[in-house]
């Protein structure tokens, strides 16, 4: 092999490995808030007064399995065209803390006003990770606008459920 041969393979393992750990990450940061939820939070969250247009339970399972690969896809797109350390990488590391602590916030401590809080400094990261990705011109700024969507339908689901309390 030849050394540009050798870069463009150390170049391609690069990649490869940041777009397995944006998988690992992405769906860590669900596990994390899944070990928040219990069978009784559950109950409890069944019990709660929604407001309109909540979806059956099983639409979230699904629709979250979906958002956390586009998301996964969103940061490997971006990672692997930029350093291994940008702000934007932070602010995608961040928001993965916010989107589990909500979920240990909302269904966990059943805590409705500080999950709507975390909810809404996720959406500012995220618009914020939508921005970056339009200014650079990366892939990610696709990826990301089914994750910003699904996350305002779940500020208005978790600021309907505060008010309705």
Do not use: C, Q
Not at 13 to 26: E, K, Q
């Amino acid at each position: 092999m030849t050394p540009a041969s050798l870069s463009g393979h150390a170049l391609d393992m690069t990649v490869i490995m940041r777009y397995i750990v944006a998988f690992i990450a992405s769906y860590a940061a669900g596990v994390v808030g899944a070990l928040f939820v219990r069978p009784a939070d559950l109950a409890w969250y069944h019990a709660l007064e929604k407001p309109p247009f909540a979806p059956p339970d099983a639409v979230f399972g699904i629709v979250w399995i979906i958002i956390y690969a586009l998301m996964a896809l969103a940061l490997g797109s971006y990672w692997s065209k930029s350093k291994l350390w940008t702000i934007w990488v932070g602010m995608f590391l961040a928001s993965l803390l916010f989107n589990a602590a909500w979920t240990m916030f909302f269904f966990g401590f059943h805590a409705i006003f500080l999950g709507l809080f975390d909810i809404t400094f996720l959406a500012i990261v995220i618009i914020g990770l939508e921005m970056g990705a339009w200014d650079v011109g990366s892939p990610a700024r696709f990826f990301l606008i089914p994750y910003l969507i699904w996350i305002l339908f779940a500020w208005y689901l978790n600021a309907g459920v505060w008010l309705l309390r």
